[in-house]
């Protein structure tokens, strides 16, 4: 026990899953407190969270305490049996006093996460916010994720590798990438090191001994074949000849973690694609057929949103005229909503990739991603659902002409979207800017944007409005 509190007071503050007492002040406080902890350690993938008496909350002193947990009554009932009765469900915590040194008492409750049910006591939830405690039914998008406890965050911190003394932590994971990319001083001894890797879930430690997750192993891996239940997760990069899979010229695999390996994958990928000649009055010569930074967006995304319950893996494929970016699993929103809706199965990983730049903050991704396909007046992309598999396409430059009906309506409609969600309005003339048509071919985007309105993907935003000439449209959502 000891060295469990000495690990707690360690702790730069108190936490959700942690809190610490002076001493005792009611038995209801007690019950609050253990219904927040046990339902914020599941919010926080933790098997368990502490309440310990005598420690000061603020400067972490251990004082001891004149409260003894298992000796407490309330009336004629022990204070434990009285608490259970109490709690919905009935958690199985734990009550610990001991003598922490000579002469200062502490009494320690282990309190275990929760699963799929929010814990209440007295018919009411609480939790953790920070350091605070507060009503669950305040917080209802807390409680949803109790409800919830999707498989795919459990499969986030489960165990890539076991057994692991703190020396094995850098042999496995490139602990520096965190760090550089964090844009944090590298500690200066590994226990730190190890500090800060337990409190993203990276690693995990029971009893002396170190385990890496999956999250860390998928992100920070010096190489993934070290970790046996991983290794079909690794980014497959296909380069063909021509526009169909006939011919393969180049087929990699990584071997790295996601994290370690992204920069030096994006620079593999740029390399193969050809420059873009010049192209309207958006580019110049020897600017690379795609823009980068929607490469990279799409990339991010594949590796964020894969269902890990599904086989396969993230993959790209490169033909001579687009690029297929997929990953395995169905969305979890509508692909029409992509550019305005946020939905991640896998929250904290994409937590933690937006925090090191990896990718844009919720929402904004694929909106900067059409933005630039504009900007380099590339085709529509394309955003095809498999039955285990999402695909995002990428087209090289192709001449309004040689668009098809279908690619001219996603093109006005996905045009519509990006105005929207950047506070504005289509009109027929940002329409002709996009596609590069002319003034005196406006004829032309109007019976684009009609043909896109009687498909139903975009509305006027006033259909009282009799003036053709201002006329505004918006997506069929809005």
């Known amino acids: 026990m000891r060295r469990l509190v000495d690990r707690l007071v360690s702790l730069s503050k108190e936490s959700e899953t942690v809190e610490f007492k002076a001493n005792f002040h009611s038995k209801e406080e007690i019950g609050e ?5 046990s339902n914020s350690a599941c919010l926080q993938n933790q098997p368990y969270s502490y309440l310990v008496f005598g420690i000061e909350n603020d400067t972490h002193q251990i004082i001891g305490t004149t409260f003894r947990s298992k000796q407490h009554m309330v009336g004629n009932e022990e204070l434990e049996v009285w608490l259970l009765n109490r709690l919905n469900p009935r958690i199985d915590f734990q009550c610990f006093d001991f003598e922490y040194q000579d002469g200062v ?19 009411v939830g609480y939790v953790r916010v920070n350091s605070s405690t507060r009503k669950l039914i305040d ?3 807390k409680e949803k994720q109790i409800w919830k406890n999707e498989l795919t965050e459990k499969f986030m911190l489960n165990i890539a590798l076991k057994n692991l003394s703190l020396s094995d932590i850098p042999k496995y994971l490139s602990t520096e990438t965190y760090f ?12 730190n090191v190890a500090l800060r890797l337990k ?28 970790f046996s239940t991983l290794t079909r997760k690794a980014i497959r990069v296909i380069k063909y000849k021509g526009n169909n899979k006939v011919e393969t ?27 873009n000649e010049e192209i309207g009055k958006s580019l110049r010569k020897d600017v690379r057929m795609y823009p980068e930074i929607a490469i990279r967006e799409l990339v991010a995304n594949s590796i964020i949103h894969q269902d890990f319950s599904v086989k396969g893996f993230p993959t790209i494929e490169i033909y001579d005229d687009r690029i297929d970016i997929s990953n395995p699993g169905q969305p979890i929103i509508h692909s029409d909503r992509f550019i305005d809706e946020y939905g991640s199965r896998n929250e904290r990983l994409a937590d933690i990739m937006r925090r090191m730049g990896f990718c844009e903050e919720k929402g904004s991704g694929l909106d900067k991603t059409i933005f630039y396909v504009e900007l380099y007046q590339l085709p529509p992309i394309k955003i095809t ?11 090289a430059y192709k001449a309004l002409n040689n668009m098809d009906k279908l690619e001219r309506q996603s093109a006005c409609y996905q045009h519509a979207c990006l105005k929207y969600v950047s506070n504005e309005k289509m009109t027929n003339q940002t329409f002709r800017d996009r596609l590069g048509i002319e003034e005196h071919n406006s004829a032309l985007a109007s019976r684009i944007i009609k043909d896109t309105l009687e498909a139903k993907l975009i509305k006027e935003e006033n259909p009282e409005n009799q003036s053709r000439k201002y006329r505004k449209y918006i997506p069929w959502w809005a």
Request: no cysteine.
């Open 33 to 37: 407190r253990i219904s927040a902890l």
């Open 105 to 123: 008492q502490l009494a320690l409750y282990k309190i275990p996460a929760t699963e799929n049910v929010p814990v209440k006591f007295l018919n």
């Open 139 to 141: 917080y209802p998008e």
């Open 180 to 191: 550089d990319l964090m844009h944090l001083p590298y500690p200066s001894n590994l226990e």
């Open 199 to 226: 409190e993203e879930n990276i690693i995990n430690e029971y009893e002396g001994q170190y385990a890496i997750t999956n999250l860390g192993a998928l992100l920070f891996a010096k190489n993934l074949k070290d």
């Open 249 to 275: 010229e180049r087929d990699i695999i990584g071997s790295k973690g996601y994290a370690v390996g992204f920069t030096g994958l994006l620079e593999w990928i740029n390399g193969q694609l050809p420059a």
């Open 385 to 395: 659902i498999q039955e285990n598999r999402t695909i995002v396409t990428l087209f």
